[in-house]
Nanobody, 124 residues
Framework: QVQLVESGGGSVQAGDSLRLSCAASGRTFSNYAMGWFRQAPGKEREFVATISRSGRGTIYADSVKGRFTISRDNAKNTVYLQMNSLKPGDTAVYYC?????????????????WGQGTQVTVSS
């Protein structure tokens, strides 16, 4: 199991940017696919973005494509989510995830290790 700690959330205005970070510990970071999911009040957790072990492969939810960028630094055991042009609909708790599975898994049930989440609030 890998331990995940997210940071970087906050309250911003529509159109602003935020960068989320997720620091991992406990296992060899480069062995894990990483990703971000989010959950808005009253809604189910939904896929945001994932990245392969090497960082060369990424996929995004259609709702964030072109606005969000996922990246990782295997030397720092950290994955990032750069969020630009934020919208009120992006308001949610954002969770970092890790697993040995392929990074193309977009079902939250496929991911074993979860961080505690960080709140992102976007006001209009």
């Amino acid at each position: 199991q890998v331990q995940l700690v997210e940071s970087g959330g906050g309250s911003v205005q529509a159109g602003d940017s935020l960068r989320l970070s997720c620091a991992a510990s406990g296992r060899t970071f480069s062995n894990y696919a990483m990703g971000w999911f989010r959950q808005a009040p009253g809604k189910e957790r939904e896929f945001v973005a994932t990245i392969s072990r090497s960082g060369r492969g990424t996929i995004y939810a259609d709702s964030v494509k072109g606005r969000f960028t996922i990246s990782r630094d295997n030397a720092k055991n950290t994955v990032y989510l750069q969020m630009n042009s934020l919208k009120p609909g992006d308001t949610a708790v954002y969770y970092c995830v890790a697993d040995y599975i392929t990074y193309t898994a977009t079902d939250p049930a496929s991911w074993t290790d979860w961080g505690q989440g960080t709140q992102v609030t976007v006001s209009s």
